[in-house]
């Protein structure tokens, strides 16, 4: 989801991009990051001004079941980046996310809080963080939250599935209102991220959509700009379902960082839901 949109931005900013993945096809060249001497060679042989790092193994529940796969490819993954990097001397960037934290803080995480991770899925992310800035001197780390895009079939998140739903004909929806975070939409992530990358203000950074929402919220802003009145919503809690990972109450991001610059360019969540909305699921759109 993400690497489509990231490849589209840096072409769009005159940049030459070789995207590698697991599943290759005629666009995409095949490069496993758990294999050390596979990113070695590509890195070497390429010579690139940077690498962007976005591979990982995001199902929170499958890394929480089977740790040995998450810090393989989340943690040992990076370090087989960051080793290729510091020997060609490669600027990387690498994607982490809010899931670094235990969600205890009632306000947004700057880039100056504490990580504390709850489960597997957030460990292994921030060992991949202290591998990056513990190998290399030119080096962004950036944090986004509740990815959004792709449209169907690409997105199997939050955002699809409710619309999933409402295609199917429900008539009633659940959504959890007991957990806050920041969407972040990946085209506004991408386009940002390209432009942070060329300022060369290395460092870490959180780069999400303005704003702070819940699951409920997300669902409420959706069946809104569709017009969805006939559909009932209910808020439920996260008790309701039974998961192998212990999720925070809290992943909401502030982009400090940037703020503190002058430089955040991020939108409000509800402009970019609507925008994605708009663009990948108007089919959905009724006057009830």
């Not at 790092?53 to 943690?75: G, K, M, P, S």
């Not at 409710?162 to 295609?167: A, E, G, K, P």
Request: glycine content about 6%; aromatic content about 10%.
């Amino acid at each position: 989801m993400l690497g489509g949109y990231l490849c589209e931005a840096l072409k769009a900013n005159g940049y030459e991009v070789l995207p590698t993945d697991i599943n290759c096809n005629a666009e995409v060249a095949f490069l496993d990051i758990r294999d050390a001497s596979q990113v070695a060679a590509v890195v070497g042989r390429e010579r690139p001004d940077f690498v962007m790092h976005l591979a990982a193994e995001t199902d929170v529940d499958r890394c929480q079941i089977e740790a040995d796969h998450a810090y393989r490819t989340n943690a040992l993954g990076t370090q087989n980046v960051a080793l290729a990097c510091q020997k060609e001397n490669v600027q990387m960037v690498y994607v982490s996310t809010a899931g670094v934290f235990d969600g205890a803080k009632t306000e947004p995480y700057t880039e100056f809080d504490a990580p504390n991770p709850l489960n597997v899925y957030g460990r292994s992310k921030l060992e991949g963080e202290r591998f990056v800035s513990q190998l290399l001197s030119r080096f962004f780390i950036v944090r986004a939250a509740w990815m959004i895009g792709g449209g169907i079939p690409k997105d199997k998140k939050f955002v699809a599935k409710i619309v999933r739903q409402l295609d199917e004909g429900s008539k009633e929806l659940n959504a959890v209102n007991d957990k806050v975070g920041s969407l972040t939409y990946a085209p506004d992530f991408s386009s940002a991220l390209v432009k942070l990358v060329e300022t060369g203000w290395y460092g870490l950074y959180h780069l999400a959509n303005k704003g702070n929402c819940t699951r409920y919220d997300v669902a409420r802003q959706i069946l809104d700009y569709l017009g969805r009145k006939d559909v009932i919503l209910n808020a439920v809690t996260s008790d309701r379902f039974d998961l192998p990972a212990p999720r925070s109450r809290s992943e909401m991001l502030r982009n400090y960082m940037l703020e503190l610059r002058g430089a955040d360019s991020m939108r409000d969540w509800r402009q970019a839901l609507n925008d994605y909305l708009k663009t990948h699921f108007s089919h959905t759109m009724r006057s009830c």
